[in-house]
Structures are given as structure tokens and as C-alpha cells.
């Protein structure tokens, strides 16, 4: 289903991307967050539902968010069957018509003029194309960079929300690995020769209180090989381009990361 495609061409135009999967009972306070996320700026939201099937009404989100007059447009795209957070971040990226897309997790919350934020930073740093705004559960580090080194020495260091600019180089996420972030966007911005940087500004509230996360208990044991195929396959990358020190980190974390995989079995 499809609600009044944005055709927004300005340099400055941003889509809202929310993958949503079994997190019906946390769209009131999503939706209320997204009305309160610009008191200037004008953007549009584009939801993917990942085959929840957990009777979310869309229909009542939808109208709720274009009485919104900051709200363009809302579009929903369906996949036909569970496909994971990568790909479906990569689903809203392509269909959106936008020049900044911004990633959002369907269990968290944009902080009041979060959107109005965003723009004004983006348009004091009009050369980046990968930009990551944190969360409460940010360090406070600051790296910017001409090449995927600032990517690198941001890994791990908390939560952040991933905008990245609209480019012809490919896709921002490697959808089958199904959540590894990092992985995809090592490869976008090695094809895109794109530049990285993160902002220490907060515009998201992270929550912690949804059972489904990919990032706890048995759903974070279940894509476990994943994760660990992700850190293989950026060390790879990363040392074809020459980045040795990091290659070889990326490598230990998915020795370990077997490692716990093989420890954790045992529990499941």
C-alpha cells in the first residue's frame, strides 16, 4: 500500500525509514515522537513492514501521521515475508525520492525537533554522505573522515542513528546479513568514496523494552552466524583496501564472536 509518493527534489529533502517487525504495541509513542520530530522541516515517512503479522493497524498510523503538517507524504511497503532490518532499511532507501534518508527503529523514539536538528547540521557539513547523530547510549566521540576510518573507530562505541545521503553507489546495508550495519556501510562508502562523520548531537531515545530486538537473549543467538559472517567478510574488505590494523581486528571479533556462539549453545 502506497500513500502520496514523495517527489520532494530539493537538496535538502529527507525520508524518514522505519523497518517495523512485531512492534504493533509500540507504534502510539513511535508515531507521536515522529509529529513532534520537526517544527520546520518538511519530510516523509516511509514505512516497511517486515512481515510482522501481528495486526498492526495501518490504516489508523497512516491517518494519524498525515494530519501531521510537517509530514508530506507516508508510504507503507510490504514485504511478503520476514527479510530482516538490512534489507528492509534498503527497500525504504531505494524507494525513497529523497537527497537524506534517515534509519529509525521502530521500538525507539525521536526526541521533540530531532528532524529540525538533523538539517542544521547536515547543512553546516554539506560534503557528508554517511553521518551517524547519537543516542543516550552514545559515547561522546567525535570522528570525522575522508575514507571508511571514521566508521571503523566508531565501532562500538553505542548506539547511533545512520542518515545517509541518497547516492548512485549502491545500497547502504548488505541485506542478507540481516542487521550487521557495519558491513553494508564499509562497502557503500568503499564504492561511493563517500565521506563519514558523527555527530554527537542526540536526536534519538533508545529504548530497551522490546522482547523481538535483534539485539537480546535468543534473537541475538539466532543471528549470531551472521554477525560472525559480517566481521569475516569485513575483514576481507577491509584488507583489500589496504586497512591491515583494522582487517585484523575485524577478524578477531569474529573469532570471539564464534566463540561465544559456540559457548552460548549450550543455553538455547
Known sequence: ?????????QIFSYSVVIPVYKTSVFMDRLTDSIIYASNKIIFDVIFVDDGSNDNLDWKKYINKLQQ??????????KNIKNRG??????????????????FMDSD????????????????QNRNVDVALFST???FNLQFESKDISGLLKDYNKGERTVIVKKLKHGLP??????????????KFLSKSKGIFKTFNLIVRDYKKDNINSLSQGENLYKRQKLIILGHFKSSKLLFLKHFYFFSILF???GIISHLTYILTNKKY
Open 136 to 138: 543516550q547510549y552514545s
Open 108 to 123: 525507539d523514539l525521536f526526541l521533540p525537533n530531532a528532524i529540525d536538528n538533523i538539517d542544521n547540521t547536515l547543512r
Open 1 to 9: 500500500m502506497e500513500k502520496n509518493k514523495n517527489n520532494n527534489t
Open 85 to 102: 532490518v538490512t534489507f528492509s532499511r534498503n527497500r525504504g532507501y531505494l524507494f525513497s525520492n529523497s537527497n537524506y534518508i534517515i
Open 251 to 253: 577478524f578477531l571479533r
Open 173 to 186: 546495508f548488505s541485506g542478507f546479513l540481516r542487521g550487521h550495519e557495519t558491513y553494508g556501510l564499509l
Open 68 to 77: 501531521c503538517n510537517k509530514i508530506s507524504t507516508v508510504s507503507l511497503i
